[in-house]
């Protein structure tokens, strides 16, 4: 069965930790992304990658850091300088090109305690 | 860059009745527009996606949207809704060229189906 797996489904973080959230794809798409979803917000872009070993920031990279060592994997890790880490995450794989949807995966509720 | 905008955060309709979610977008060129559903604690799931050609797009589960360029509107509609329906719906946006092939994502509209 083909799709996007992430990974936990819920996470909890103390203070000053760092967490690291999963991502892998069985699509074979060249394109990975991470977006956060806050209440009234929508979807924000945290980092991309359209290849192997690149990837660019998005709008909110500030506190986050990613690695793309592999296509099928896009690990995300919230870093302790992320202020206000509580929220819905979402990773997302598409195709190359301008025309193409990108699917989701099931998203991981981080919660700061 | 590009931007879209969602100006209603929910939309109440009566089962049985047309429902209309609008979206207007902000894009040099040719716009790629997508539309999509979120059920509470899941991910998005694709609906449907304007491209090029037919200003009325189908797409899943019996939704359509139409796309109007002069008012860089893009609105999803369904004639008959069902409670089933009732969801967060979000309005993206790619720019033709350039970009990273990013999306960017309207606000969300929370569509509520009341029997």
């Known amino acids: 069965d083909g799709g996007i797996t992430q990974s936990p489904k819920y996470l909890f973080r103390k203070e000053g930790q760092n967490v690291t959230l999963s991502c892998e794809q069985n699509?074979?798409?060249?394109?990975m992304y991470w977006y956060r979803q806050d209440p009234g917000q929508g979807l924000r872009l945290i980092y991309y990658s359209q290849i192997v070993n690149d990837f660019q920031k998005g709008d909110i990279a500030e506190g986050y850091s990613v690695s793309r060592e592999k296509k099928e994997s896009f690990p995300l890790t919230v870093t302790s300088a992320q202020k206000n880490p509580t929220a819905f995450y979402l990773c997302?794989?598409?195709?190359?090109?301008?025309?193409?949807?990108?699917?989701f995966g099931q998203g991981t509720r981080l919660t700061v305690v | 860059a590009q931007s879209v905008a969602q100006p209603e955060d929910q939309v109440n309709v009566a089962e049985g009745n047309p429902l209309t979610v609008k979206c207007t977008y902000s894009v040099s060129g040719n716009p790629y527009l997508f539309w999509y559903v979120q059920y509470p604690n899941r991910g998005l799931q694709f609906l449907l996606k304007y491209i090029t050609g037919d200003n009325l797009v189908k797409g899943s589960y019996g939704f359509e949207a139409e796309f109007n360029k002069s008012q860089t509107s893009f609105h999803l509609k369904k004639p008959s809704a069902l409670v089933s329906d009732s969801a967060l719906y979000f309005c993206a946006v790619r720019p033709p060229t350039g970009g990273g092939n990013k999306l960017t994502f309207g606000t969300g509209t929370q569509l509520k189906v009341e029997l």
């Open positions: 997302a794989s598409s195709t190359l090109g301008p025309n193409t949807e990108a699917f």
């Open positions: 699509l074979n798409h060249d394109a």
